[in-house]
């Protein structure tokens, strides 16, 4: 005991205090609360520029397409479901987050804002904020009919 008692001691002369950190608590807080603000904020841009956005399997948008292609003049040949492959976190910050909360980096924590130098794709692909359902549709007719089509879709309420 008498030996515990005097290693205690010797450790506790050699114990260095850390350094008192440069950044003040108050600051990193009104941060952190700025940083969820916005975040808050591009949550909320984010659900009004997806409520133009059609629902998944939307057959009422199947229709008003196929009532569109009839009107323009185009013959819709194959229209097939794109599956891009999902997207996930990768970078080392994402990573260790995933890890800190126990969670596999193949299931985000949140969905992921790609960057505008991303394709259009990979933008809109699983596990991304904007994730739509994509179709691979080919057109049969003339110019000013596909022309017409595309157009058309701009005008469609979703």
Same mark, same amino acid.
């Given at each position: 005991m008498q030996k515990s008692t005097e290693s205690t001691q010797k450790r506790l002369l050699k114990a260095r205090l850390p350094d008192e950190p440069l950044e003040n608590v108050e600051e990193l807080t009104a941060q952190l609360d700025d940083l !969820? +603000? *916005?975040? *808050? #904020?591009?949550? !909320?841009?984010? $659900?009004t520029m997806q409520q133009p956005l059609a629902p998944f399997d939307s057959q009422e948008l199947k229709v008003r397409i196929s009532? #569109?292609? +009839?009107?323009s003049g185009v013959r819709i040949?194959?229209? !097939? $479901? #794109?599956q891009p492959p999902p997207q996930t976190a990768t970078s080392k910050n994402a990573k260790r987050v995933g890890k800190k909360c126990g969670k596999t980096i193949a299931e985000p924590i949140e969905p992921l804002i790609l960057p505008e130098t991303s394709g259009w794709i990979a933008r809109m692909s699983p596990g991304t904020m904007f994730h739509r359902p994509m179709q691979r549709i080919e057109l049969e007719g003339s110019y000013m009919a596909k022309r017409k089509f595309v157009h058309g879709l701009g005008d469609l309420s979703y």
């Open positions: !969820e +603000r *916005a975040m *808050a #904020l591009v949550g !909320e841009q984010a $659900k009532q #569109l292609a +009839r009107d040949r194959s229209n !097939e $479901k #794109l």
